[in-house]
């Protein structure tokens, strides 16, 4: 019983937390919410392209 499932969708919230992450860092000095909001933005953004994603696959 393998489970073949080839849709990296879900990849897309990880890179949006790494990128929010990422882009967070240069905030980081001026505000720490700054450094949060980056991160919450990149997980709305990559939940918003696993939506996308998901719904062409269908």
């Known amino acids: 019983m393998e489970n073949n499932n080839n849709d990296k969708s879900t990849w ?16 980081l000095q001026t505000s ?11 997980l709305g953004v990559g939940l918003m392209v696993t939506s ?5 696959n269908k």
């Open 12 to 27: 897309a919230i990880g890179g949006g937390v790494l990128i929010g992450i990422g882009a967070g860092f240069f905030f």
């Open 32 to 42: 720490a919410l700054f450094f949060v909001g980056s991160i919450m933005l990149g």
């Open 52 to 56: 996308i994603l998901s719904s062409r």
